[in-house]
């Protein structure tokens, strides 16, 4: 499956963007989909997760409660939505696809992966 992330950009503390990730094929339904983020000079870490069916999702602390995964299989798609966002959300967000069954925030898990948004969050 190949992932085509967007919607990143930038944004003053406490807006919102939405960031969204398109993938081919027609087995997008059987992956999980996680939101992973890269923050300058740091190691690339978990954000969020949904489940195959989008019944299920997993978010890192640092964003529970502020931004919320979500899907679309019809479309082939799946989104982020991001509040309340801080100088400290700033990063690349990365797509990536995870053929196994359930939610995981391991990197290793996810087979696939997208291109990279910058978000850019301003104090």
């Known amino acids: 499956v190949q992932l085509q992330a967007s919607g990143g950009g930038l944004v003053q503390a406490g807006g919102s963007l939405r960031l969204s990730c398109a993938a081919s094929?027609?087995?997008?339904?059987?992956?999980?989909m996680g939101w992973f983020r890269q923050a300058p000079g740091k190691e690339r870490e978990f954000v969020a997760a949904?489940?195959?069916?989008?019944?299920?999702?997993y978010y890192a602390n640092s964003v529970k409660g502020r931004f919320t995964i979500s899907r679309d299989n019809a479309k082939n798609t799946v989104y982020l939505q991001m509040n309340s966002l801080k100088p400290e959300d700033t990063a690349v967000y990365y797509c990536?696809?995870?053929?196994?069954?359930?939610?995981?925030?391991?990197?290793?898990?996810?087979?696939?992966w997208g291109q990279g948004t910058l978000v850019t969050v301003s104090s």
């Open positions: 990536a696809a995870d053929s196994g069954p359930i939610i995981s925030a391991i990197q290793v898990a996810y087979e696939y």
């Open positions: 094929g027609r087995t997008f339904s059987t992956y999980v």
């Open positions: 949904v489940s195959r069916s989008g019944g299920s999702t």
